[in-house]
T-cell receptor
Framework: EAQVTQNPRYLITVTGKKLTVTCSQN?????MSWYRQDPGLGLRQIYY???????DKGDVPEGYKVSRKEKRNFPLILESPSPNQTSLYFCASAGTGVQPQHFGDGTRLSIL | KQEVTQIPAALSVPEGENLVLNCSFTDSAIYNLQWFRQDPGKGLTSLLL?????REQTSGRLNASLDKSSGRSTLYIAASQPGDSATYLC??????????FGAGTTVTVRA
């Protein structure tokens, strides 16, 4: 089954403790992206990647890092999480050309 | 910066009524526009994608139109059902693959 898989789905942690949210897709897509969704602000793009070893900033990249060492994986790294990064996070992927984006089920992060 | 607005923010209709959801965007230089559905606690499901060169796209009871020059798209859902209750999001893809989302329209279809 074609899918985008995020882990963990839920995480409660404390300020300053490094964490990584993994994202994996099995559709051989070149494009991958991370979004955060906050009430009243909608979905905002954090980082995206057009292919392996190619990443670029979205609208809200501060406090986040990403890497794209393999085509199928695009982890989101919070090196020193802060409470304002409490949010619902989505990973998405798409093929080249005019292709719809496919989303994972989301990761709900709570940073205390 | 692309700004995407969706009106209304919420909509409640009786079953069987047609739904009309509006999306407007500020920069007409778009690559495509995508409509998504989001159920509570779930991710986004792609409903329709309209390329910038297209005027509309249809899938079953869903029809989406695009007027790039006026910066508008409309999603029509015919003969609504309770299972159509969800939040509908409009997303504009600029030429650099960046998606800008509207805040969504939350639809409730009453049985």
């Amino acid at each position: 089954e074609a899918q985008v898989t995020q882990n963990p789905r839920y995480l409660i942690t404390v300020t300053g403790k490094k964490l990584t949210v993994t994202c994996s897709q099995n559709m051989n897509h070149e494009y991958m992206s991370w979004y955060r969704q906050d009430p009243g602000l909608g979905l905002r793009q954090i980082y995206y990647s057009m292919n392996v070893e190619v990443t670029d900033k979205g609208d809200v990249p501060e406090g986040y890092k990403v890497s794209r060492k393999e085509k199928r994986n695009f982890p989101l790294i919070l090196e020193s999480p802060s409470p304002n990064q409490t949010s619902l996070y989505f990973c998405a992927s798409a093929g080249t050309g005019v292709q719809p984006q496919h989303f994972g089920d989301g990761t709900r992060l709570s940073i205390l | 910066k692309q700004e995407v607005t969706q009106i209304p923010a919420a909509l409640s209709v009786p079953e069987g009524e047609n739904l009309v959801l509006n999306c407007s965007f500020t920069d007409s230089a778009i690559y495509n526009l995508q409509w998504f559905r989001q159920d509570p606690g779930k991710g986004l499901t792609s409903l329709l994608l309209i390329q910038s060169s297209q005027r509309e796209q249809t899938s079953g009871r869903l029809n989406a139109s695009l007027d790039k020059s006026s910066g508008r798209s409309t999603l029509y859902i015919a003969a609504s059902q309770p299972g159509d209750s969800a939040t509908y999001l409009c997303a504009v893809n600029s030429n650099d693959y960046k998606l800008s989302f509207g805040a969504g329209t939350t639809v409730t279809v009453r049985a």
